[in-house]
Every structure is written in C-alpha cells, then in structure tokens.
C-alpha cells in the first residue's frame, strides 16, 4: 500500500492539474497545508467533485486501489475531510485496505 | 476517431445500433452479459452485468487506458417483464431495477468521467412509452424507466457544467426479443394510443439518437423524447 508522502504527492498533483484546468491561481502552487473547500479554500463544488474523481482515479492507476472517497462517512463527519491536503491525505489513508 | 459506448450491444436495438455507428466511422465499445456477437475491427467488447459496479468500473478504466476518453454513452441495456402487480415476485421487481436504473446510473457516472475532458460529452438514456402511457402489466417496467427519466433530468443538471448533454429516447414497441411473448390485443391496443399507428423500427431510434449526437445539440439536455407521437 502506498505511504503518507505518496498519498500526499499524488494528491498535491491532482491539485496542480485541477487548478491549471480551472485556473485557479491560488492553487497552482499547492503544499500540506493548502485550504481546498469551505473556509479560505479555492475550490467551489463542481471543482471539488473533479478533484476527488481525479483522486480516485489516479489511485486506481498509480497503486491499483480503488475507494470512495465520497462515501457516507465522508458526508456526515463533522470536519469535513476536504478542507485541506492534509485532511484529504487522512481520508485516503483511513480508506486504504489494510 | 469518436469513441461511443452502447450497452446491451449483444442482441436486438444495441447490435443495431453497433452496427450503425462502426459503419458511420466510431470506434464502438459494447458489453453484455455474454460473448460478443458483432466482429469489427473498431469494436471492443466486455462481457459484463451493467449493475455489478465493480465490472463497470474495471471496463471504464481499461477503457481509459486504451483509449483515454469518451464522446457519447448509448444506456440500451434493459429488460423487461410483463406481468400483472399481484402476481410479480420481488426477485423480478428486484432484477428489473438492478439492470434498468443501477446499471443505468453505474455507466451514466463511470463514462461521464471519461467525458469529463473532452468537453462535448453525449449521454443518451433509454426509456419506454409504457411510463407515459401507464401500461397495465409494464407497473415494474414502466417505474423503472421513470426512474431513468428522473435520472437523466437532474444528471442533465449536474453534467451541464462539464459540457456533457444527458437525453433520453423512448421508444414505441420495436420488432425484438424485449416484446416477444406479449399478446397480438395488447400490442394492437398499445398502438391505438399512438399518434403515428406502426410498430416503431430501429431507424427511428437511429434518427433521434444522431440528432441527440450533433454538435449542434449542445443547447438540448434533460430532454425525453417519445417516438410514434406519444406524450
């Protein structure tokens, strides 16, 4: 199973080609703590579903691991896990098989 | 070259219609529950339930791989039982919904993410005149292509803004497999309720499905059509 530092690296990618796509200057240039959605994030929903797709995606192609980052856990935590990279890096680590 | 994906392409109105658009120059990517039947060399084949979503997310990814995108999803795989309510067991109703309305929703989800590039997506659902017209016998049918309906006008909505149009055909009763078995007064009866009184023809859908797949009809999302002038 991929590591944190690869999860994180694959999601700060996902981020850079979604911010090119949409061109979203405060998001070309990503790092840990980078805000993504809800408060201080750049990312309005319709961009937030296109990062998650391209997320599962990679992590399908790159590792051959396929999760739902989008599942009934992810709606109803009271912080949502895609307020950052960081947050999203713990929801695709706490989604990995064991 | 085009990519579009028919499903149910084994048999009846999917075959035709593979036929149809490998002839007319697309790379087709067909599936059904078994081997293939057409031979081309622009057609791929996967032999699939359209409502295991684990098979449709494997067949979206290879798809991904080979060919990277694609322009136009053609939902046809469906089944049918006509039967009167009291007498339909909950393994049919069951059976009728996985193959009509998850298995619609599981390509609708699947392609539309492999349309999300390409900025032109087409996504046509299929759906039965037997909704509009409350055919008696069709109960389960007929809820399950209202299902599809409802699905195709708010994926419309939620697609629109990735440039992907989402429409649906619905067709009269068509000369296949689907309406085999069901009675000669029924189907005369059925036709009666008809503007235009024929059995419809796989032209007919041949013809809506091109105009739903212009460019020009980048402006027509969320739309059902019903062929022989039922409304």
């Not at chain 1, 999760?67 to 009271?78: G, N, T, V, Y």
């Not at chain 2, 049918?141 to 299902?147: G, I, L, Q, V």
């Not at chain 2, 009269?172 to 689907?178: A, G, K, R």
Request: one cysteine or more; hydrophobic letters at 45%.
């Amino acid at each position: 199973m991929p590591d944190r530092p690869a999860i994180e690296a694959l999601i700060l990618e996902s981020v850079q080609l979604l911010a090119e796509d949409f061109e979203l200057d405060a998001l070309k240039a990503p790092t840990t703590d980078t805000a993504l959605y809800g408060e201080g994030g750049a990312l309005d929903s319709m961009a937030l579903v296109n990062l998650i797709a391209d997320i599962e995606e990679a992590l399908a192609e790159q590792h051959d691991v396929s999760i739902a980052l989008a599942d009934e856990k992810a709606m109803s935590a009271k912080n949502s896990p895609y307020r950052s990279v960081r947050s999203l890096t713990d929801a695709v680590l706490e989604r990995l098989p064991a | 070259m085009k990519t579009i994906v028919i499903t149910g392409t084994r048999k009846g109105i999917g075959k035709a219609l593979a036929d149809y658009y490998l002839a007319a120059g697309w790379r087709v990517v067909g599936c059904s529950r078994g081997a293939s039947s057409i031979t081309h060399a622009h057609y791929q084949h996967f032999a699939l339930d359209v409502s295991d979503e684990d098979a449709v997310v494997a067949m979206a990814r290879k798809m991904k791989s080979s060919h990277g995108s694609v322009d136009a999803l053609l939902n046809n795989a469906g089944i049918a039982s006509m039967n009167h309510a009291l007498l339909t067991p909950a393994s049919t109703v069951n059976r009728i919904l996985q193959t009509n309305v998850v298995g619609t929703f599981l390509f609708c989800r699947e392609m539309a993410k492999l349309m999300r590039r390409t900025k032109n997506g087409r996504i046509i659902n299929f759906t039965t005149v037997a909704h509009p017209l409350n055919l008696e016998g069709e109960a389960i049918y007929a809820a399950s292509k209202a299902a599809v309906e409802s699905l195709t006008r708010i994926l419309a909505r939620e697609l629109a803004e990735l440039q992907i149009t989402v429409n649906a055909i619905g067709p009269t009763p068509i000369e296949t497999d689907l309406i085999r078995g069901v009675p000669q007064a029924k189907m005369d009866a059925l036709l009666a309720r008809q503007a235009v009184r024929r059995m419809g023809e796989v032209r007919d859908v041949i013809n809506a499905v091109d105009f739903y797949l212009r460019e020009e009809s980048d402006f027509i999302t969320g739309q059902v059509l019903y062929l022989g002038g039922v409304c």
